[in-house]
T-cell receptor, first 114, second 111 residues
Framework: EAGVTQFPSHSVIEKGQTVTLRCDPI?????LYWYRRVMGKEIKFLLHFVKESKQDESGMPNNRFLAERTGGTYSTLKVQPAELEDSGVYFC????????????FGSGTRLTVV | QKEVEQNSGPLSVPEGAIASLNCTYSDRGSQSFFWYRQYSGKSPELIMSIYSNGDKEDGRFTAQLNKASQYVSLLIRDSQPSDSATYLC???????????FGTGTRLQVFP
């Protein structure tokens, strides 16, 4: 079984540019989550999809962040325009069942905004 | 006060010893508790989950939960250098699907 795949693994962009991160969950997993870890801080929840619907987007920092999951398969997270404080590691995770059984995380995208 | 608190470490233990990692949480409505291991530059990997008070054992790992004290711990017996990593405590609140993470404890097992 393929794991959760994220790309790119690294991205360096200038402040004001746009970046799109992609996550391919484990096949058949209806639940897809985005998390972010800013340097020195804990991993923080961004949002949760169930299939193509946003179940919880309470962690999205502001309207510069847009997440989509068309067709309930892969998801994209777009940051437009990027700011310096957006730098960090963005993790995607997926699960078939509720969180009770834990998630499987992808290897993350390290975003650096300069 | 952070919702999930962990000592950042590093916790250094000799090979073969028991490593004890601790975590406290503030929300009494929390219902599921997880320990993830994260090697440097890698993704968090689920190693234990616990839902009821008491101990849960899986191989060399034992998770302990005390809801009255709002305390979760992870014991690693016969620690190996390959156990050297950051251990993340995560908590799930009732009726949500998101995890609240601590900042992690860095464990170093020396030969």
């Amino acid at each position: 079984e393929a794991g959760v795949t994220q790309f790119p693994s690294h991205s360096v962009i200038e402040k004001g540019q746009t970046v799109t991160l992609r996550c391919d969950p484990i096949s058949g997993h209806d639940n897809l989550y985005w998390y972010r870890r800013v340097m020195g801080k804990e991993i923080k929840f961004l949002l949760h999809f169930v299939k193509e619907s946003k179940q919880d987007e309470s962690g999205m920092p502001n309207n510069r962040f847009l997440a989509e999951r068309t067709g309930g398969t892969y998801s994209t997270l777009k940051v437009q325009p990027a700011e310096l404080e957006d730098s960090g590691v963005y993790f995607c995770a997926s699960s078939q069942d509720r969180v009770d059984y834990g998630y499987t995380f992808g290897s993350g995208t390290r975003l650096t905004v300069v | 006060q952070k919702e999930v608190e962990q000592n950042s470490g590093p916790l250094s233990v000799p090979e073969g010893a028991i490593a004890s990692l601790n975590c406290t949480y503030s929300d009494r409505g929390s219902q599921s508790f997880f320990w993830y291991r994260q090697y440097s530059g890698k993704s968090p990997e689920l190693i234990m989950s616990i839902y009821s008070n008491g101990d849960k054992e899986d191989g060399r790992f034992t998770a302990q939960l005390n809801k009255a004290s709002q305390y979760v711990s992870l014991l690693i017996r016969d620690s190996q250098p390959s156990d050297s990593a950051t251990y993340l405590c995560a908590v799930n609140r009732y009726n949500t699907d998101k995890l609240i993470f601590g900042t992690g404890t860095r464990l170093q097992v020396f030969p």
